[in-house]
């Protein structure tokens, strides 16, 4: 079986391209709209369990699919989103950020590493794995956890990690070996 894992729907700082991270940003109408339709793509599908970040936008997304599906949510603090610090709220387009991003076992000023975060994102993703062998399990969450979702499941250099990214709402579907 498999662990589908897709990021939440829009928000007005997705369209503003400002970092989120840690910030609790609920989905705007797009987004709302992009979970509906997430929904409607997964009604047919068994999961085992449904696991969600603990920010709005990703269990905004989680309980429309729940709602179609008639299922309870996991909150799993563990699938936050990474805490860029200072930098949340601020333009991706900044300087500072683009050379930060690159920096993987760094702290952003007064947030975390990708190091940090890859840490608690493994460790999650070694506990579920028995369940997924065994059923399919859904994990909803952010455009950060994506890459380190991928890097769990594929080698990848650092400019590949660095611009990996799915789409909101985006689904994409992983096995354990």
Same mark, same amino acid.
């Given at each position: ?9 829009e ?15 609920s ?16 009604? &047919? ?13 990703a ?11 008639? =299922?309870? /949510?996991?909150? &799993?603090n563990? /699938? ?5 610090? /200072? =930098? ?5 387009h900044?300087?500072?950020?683009k ?15 990708y ?10 993703? &070694?506990?579920?794995?028995?369940e ?6 859904l ?5 950060? =956890?994506s890459?380190?979702v991928?890097s769990?499941?594929?080698? =990848?250099?650092? &400019?590949?990690f660095i ?7 985006? /689904?994409?579907k992983y096995?354990?070996?």
């Amino acid at each position: 079986m498999s662990l589908y894992f897709t990021r939440h729907g829009e928000t007005n700082y997705n369209l503003a391209y400002l970092i989120q991270g840690s910030l609790d940003i609920s989905l705007n109408e797009t987004g709302f709209k992009q979970a509906k339709e997430l929904a409607e793509k997964l009604k &047919d599908k068994k999961f085992s369990s449904i696991y969600v970040s603990p920010l709005l936008r990703a269990r905004q997304t989680a309980n429309e699919v729940a709602k179609v599906l008639g =299922m309870e /949510l996991k909150i &799993d603090n563990r /699938l936050r989103e990474e805490n860029y610090g /200072l =930098m949340e709220g601020t333009s991706r387009h900044l300087e500072a950020y683009k050379k930060q991003r690159v920096r993987f076992a760094y702290c952003y000023p007064k947030g975390e590493s990708y190091l940090k975060v890859a840490a608690r994102v493994y460790s999650f993703l &070694d506990e579920i794995k028995e369940e997924a062998t065994k059923n399919d399990v859904l994990v909803v969450a952010h455009g950060g =956890m994506s890459r380190i979702v991928n890097s769990y499941f594929f080698d =990848m250099e650092n &400019d590949e990690f660095i611009s990996y990214s799915i789409s909101n709402c985006q /689904l994409v579907k992983y096995d354990f070996k």
